[in-house]
């Protein structure tokens, strides 16, 4: 339950990034550095919530860093 909390806390510091991200790319959709921040933001929550066992969660990461 521990490493869930632990994700939980980290999660909302990485979606915080990814909110601003997408301000960011709604006045510059071809800013290819916000893209690629919004890629990673995707992928570390994919990485990080399959480790502690939100697969669901998981699977919805990935299927937006894929986009």
Request: glycine share 6%.
């Given at each position: 339950m521990q490493s869930k909390?632990?994700?939980?806390?980290?999660?909302?510091?990485?979606?915080?990034?990814?909110?601003?991200?997408?301000?960011?790319?709604?006045?510059?959709p071809n800013n290819l550095e916000a893209q690629s921040t919004l890629r990673r933001v995707f992928h570390t929550l994919k990485g990080s919530s399959r480790m502690v066992g939100l697969t669901e969660f998981g699977e919805a990461a990935w299927s937006f860093e894929q986009l």
């Amino acid at each position: 339950m521990q490493s869930k909390n632990i994700f939980f806390e980290e999660a909302n510091e990485v979606i915080a990034n990814g909110q601003s991200t997408v301000e960011i790319l709604l006045s510059t959709p071809n800013n290819l550095e916000a893209q690629s921040t919004l890629r990673r933001v995707f992928h570390t929550l994919k990485g990080s919530s399959r480790m502690v066992g939100l697969t669901e969660f998981g699977e919805a990461a990935w299927s937006f860093e894929q986009l």
